[in-house]
């Protein structure tokens, strides 16, 4: 990451899922701090928190109870203060729909989650690297 | 003038002119003249009649009854006209008798008092007589043996016909409805709209349901309502218009329709049902199978000093299962899409497609795959198009056995469809799989040895049918296999299946 003392906001309800994260990573030597929610509200509430520290990137499952990825998405891209924080979506759906609901919403990217490990570790790896290149606001 | 031109006729001249049968007889009956159509008309040379009675004309039956006639016409002479006169039957020279009209004129000569009868053969009036008689019986057979109900309204909406199929379908008889509005064989808001129907009609000619014909609901006596086809039809007689009403009571044919359409409901449902259901189950299966893959993964990487050549080997066996399980749900995911995400339909050039998709499968050196004829461009979903070949091919690659594989991709018009053959020298099949090989998870050799997922073959049938096309295979084990599928030669659309929008 271009920043490497902003977190990163995860926001993914499987706890495996969140494990994958963390450890792929460390594994790619990534060493921004990882916020983890639970779902788009509790993602919400960090967010909004005056307190909590505006995340580099907002990583972001769609499947999710409580409140799923693409209501999330609804909210952050229609607040001033949020909407320039890149989002990805890190998702199983192979959908049409999700694909096409979450760009209209404005997100920079779209990764399927790969079932094998290593393939996940590479995704991850993409991601840093472009956001390692790509300036911010 | 007449007087002048006719002055110096006789009268017998005159009477010979005559164009209808004339005979004139004394008041015994004998007969004393008869004209030439007389014998025409009765068979008689004329110079027999004169002198005979005039009852030999008569059949037997009538002659006494006649004879009464004459004496009373005699007493009290006056003329008769022809139709206003007496209808009799004549008997002819040969014994046929025919139906006349007989007029009389009483001729008043010196002191003799004599009658003048003009006969006319009313045969071919009768007759049409009879036949409109007949039509008219037939008319009121169908009228009242109808199975349909027939109302009959004037032009102010009044019932002037009513028949016992009516009678049956709205409760009524014929008596208690004459004369009534038919409005009353109709619920609100009907019932008070009629009138006014009617009128616009009579106003402005426009047809709302004569000659067309419409559903519409009709109330019986009791108050109860049912739906009914009505017809109507306008007659003219003379000044006045009439109108006729055909009602057909379709309660059962509603109920047949309103049950077929909630069975095709239900159908839908199920059907779309099993849609998401393939989609949802696969979709949520694949979470915790990328838990046990990732966790599966570091047990290996983190305890790799601790596990031994077995435990390994098991992780290993572990991570290729969950790899296969994998396979299997993006197999149920890509069936379950076929059909339920649309692509555009557009020309596609087949032989482009079988070269891409050779191009993506790369074959080994050691197997030549030829195109027999050039294939033709059809319209269709792209994707689905190519999986078609794609799955045929790369099963014909995967498995080829022989040193020198051989496969060959042909096509060819028959009646409104394309046939195409794609068959390999390879392995070939037993007759008895042929049907199973298209089944979803169905493989022939063990997964441990070539790697499939069993949707490939039910993918491509699923696709073909899909399209209203049909595929089959042929094959003869040592020697290789055909797969034959058909596809419609007019635009190939996927109509048999709703789908979302891709």
């Known amino acids: ?137 | 003038m007449t007087e002048h031109l006719l002055q110096g006729k006789s009268q017998e001249w005159l009477l010979e002119s005559v164009a209808d049968a004339t005979i004139i007889f004394d008041r015994t009956g004998r007969i004393i003249f008869a004209n030439p159509p007389v014998e025409q008309l009765f068979g008689y040379p004329r110079q027999e009649l004169v002198g005979k009675s005039i009852e030999a004309l008569l059949p037997e039956h009538f002659r006494q009854t006649h004879r009464d006639r004459i004496d009373d016409y005699f007493a009290k002479p006056s003329a008769r006209a022809l139709s206003t006169g007496i209808e009799l039957l004549g008997l002819r020279q040969d014994g046929s008798e025919f139906p006349m009209d007989v007029s009389l004129s009483p001729l008043r000569l010196q002191q003799e008092l004599l009658t003048m009868a003009m006969l006319h053969d009313t045969t071919p009036r009768k007759q049409a007589e009879d036949a409109l008689r007949e039509s008219e019986a037939r008319l009121r057979a169908i009228f009242y043996t109808a199975v349909d109900g027939i109302v009959t309204i004037d032009e102010c909406g009044l019932i002037q016909r009513f028949n016992p199929a009516a009678e049956r379908l709205f409760g009524y008889i014929e008596t208690e409805v004459i004369g009534r509005n038919v409005s009353i064989l109709m619920p609100a808001p009907y019932q008070e709209a009629h009138d006014g129907y009617l009128a616009r009609y009579l106003q402005s000619g426009e047809k709302k349901v004569i000659g067309i014909g419409r559903e519409v609901v009709g109330q019986r006596k009791d108050g109860t309502t049912f739906p009914m086809d009505l017809a109507v039809s306008e007659m003219r007689q003379g000044e006045r218009r009439m109108f006729t009403g055909t009602v057909r009571d379709i309660s059962e044919r509603k109920q047949a329709e309103e049950q077929r359409d909630c069975l095709l409901q239900e159908l839908e449902s199920a059907n779309e049902e099993l849609k998401n259901f393939a989609y949802v189950v696969s979709h949520d299966l694949k979470a915790p199978l990328r838990a046990i893959s990732s966790l599966a993964d570091w047990l290996a990487t983190d305890y790799a000093d601790k596990l031994d050549d077995e435990g390994k080997e098991h992780l290993r066996l572990l991570t290729s299962r969950v790899r296969r399980m994998d396979g299997l749900i993006d197999g149920i995911l890509q069936y379950s899409r076929v059909g339920r995400v649309k692509e555009a339909v557009v020309a596609v050039n087949l032989d482009r497609v079988v070269r891409e998709v050779l191009d993506s499968l790369a074959p080994p050196a050691s197997i030549t795959v030829s195109i027999d004829n050039p294939l033709p461009t059809i319209m269709s979903e792209p994707t689905r198009i190519q999986q078609v070949f794609q799955n045929l091919l790369s099963n014909a690659i995967k498995y080829m056995d022989k040193p020198a594989g051989e496969i060959h991709v042909a096509c060819g018009a028959e009646g409104r469809h394309w046939k195409f053959s794609i068959s390999d020298n390879g392995p070939g099949i037993k007759q008895q799989h042929f049907e199973k090989i298209f089944q979803l998870f169905q493989t022939l050799a063990p997964r441990d040895r070539v790697e499939s997922s069993g949707v490939g073959l039910a993918l491509v049938k699923k696709i073909v049918e899909m399209y209203g096309g049909q595929i089959r295979v042929d094959s003869t084990v040592g020697q290789g296999s055909t797969f034959f599928f058909t596809l419609p030669r007019a635009s190939v659309t996927a109509i048999s299946t709703k789908g979302t929008q891709a």
């Not at chain 1, 271009?2 to 969140?18: A, G, M, S, T, Y």
């Not at chain 1, 450890?23 to 990534?30: G, M, N, Q, S, Y």
């Not at chain 1, 799923?68 to 199983?92: A, C, M, S, W, Y």
């Open chain 1, 1 to 137: 990451m271009k920043v490497p003392n902003k977190p990163i906001l995860l926001v993914e309800d499987d706890q495996v899922d969140i494990m994958t994260v963390n450890r792929a990573l460390k594994e790619i030597h990534v060493t921004n701090p990882v916020v983890s929610r639970e779902n788009g509200e509790d993602a919400l509430h960090y967010l909004q928190d005056p307190e909590s520290e505006k995340p580099c990137i907002i990583l972001l499952d769609l499947n999710m109870p409580i409140m799923n990825g693409i209501e999330f998405l609804q909210i952050v891209k229609h607040d001033g203060q949020l909407k320039r924080i890149p989002v990805v979506v890190l998702t199983t759906s192979e959908e049409q729909q999700d694909k096409v609901s979450s760009f209209n919403l404005g997100v920079a990217g779209y990764m399927a989650k790969p079932v094998d490990y290593r393939q996940f570790v590479e995704v991850m790896r993409s991601i840093d690297a472009y956001w390692t290149i790509s300036e911010m606001p």
